[in-house]
C-alpha cells in the first residue's frame, strides 16, 4: 500500500506527561519509533507534524503547523496540506501499542472522505484515514474556531470502524506518567 500518506501529530509539550509524549520511552524506544515502524507497513511517505526541534533525529519530512493553535483539526490540516496522496492517515503520537495490520483495515473502502476507529469506550479521531477532499471544510472550521473533533467528523459523515475486541487495546493513548509507568511495568 503506497497510495497514501501518513501524517503523526507530534504535538506540544504535555503537562500531565510533563515531556515530549512522541519522545517517552516504551520498552526502551520512543513512541515515536514505534508509530514509525507500524506506519511504514502501509507507507514510505511519512511527515511529522510539529513545532519542535526535537524530532530532528528522525529522517522524515517535518511540518510545522500553518494553522496555531487549533488543536487536532489544525494538525490534519496541516498534515493533507502536505501529503503527497489523495489519503492520509493520520495517528497521534501518544499510541505507542499500534499496529499497522489493525491500521490497514481504515483502507477498506476507498470512498469515504473520513474513517476513523472506535472502541466500546470512545471515538480514535487521531487513528484515522482523512481525503484532502476534506481541505475546504476543514479550513471553514478552523475560520470559524469550531475545532471539535466530533463534531467535525459528524458534519462529514465519517465512517467509523469499531474494533471491541482485544485490538483495542492497542488505541491507548499513554498521555500520564502513570499510564507509562502502568504500560511499562507490563
Known sequence: MNDVSV???CGGRSSRMQSEKGLVLYNGIPFIEHIIAAAKELSKDI????NSTDYDYLPFEK???IEIDKGPLGGIYTALTYAKHQNCL???CDIPLIKGSLLKLL???ENVTATVFKDTDRTHPLIGCYSKKLMTKLKVAIEKHELKMMRFLDSVDAEFITIDDHRSEQFRNINTVTALNELNNK
Open 7 to 9: 501524517a503523526i501529530l
Open 47 to 50: 511527515i511529522l507534524i510539529t
Open 63 to 65: 511540518r510545522k503547523d
Open 90 to 92: 493520520i495517528l497521534s
Open 107 to 109: 483502507f477498506e473502502n
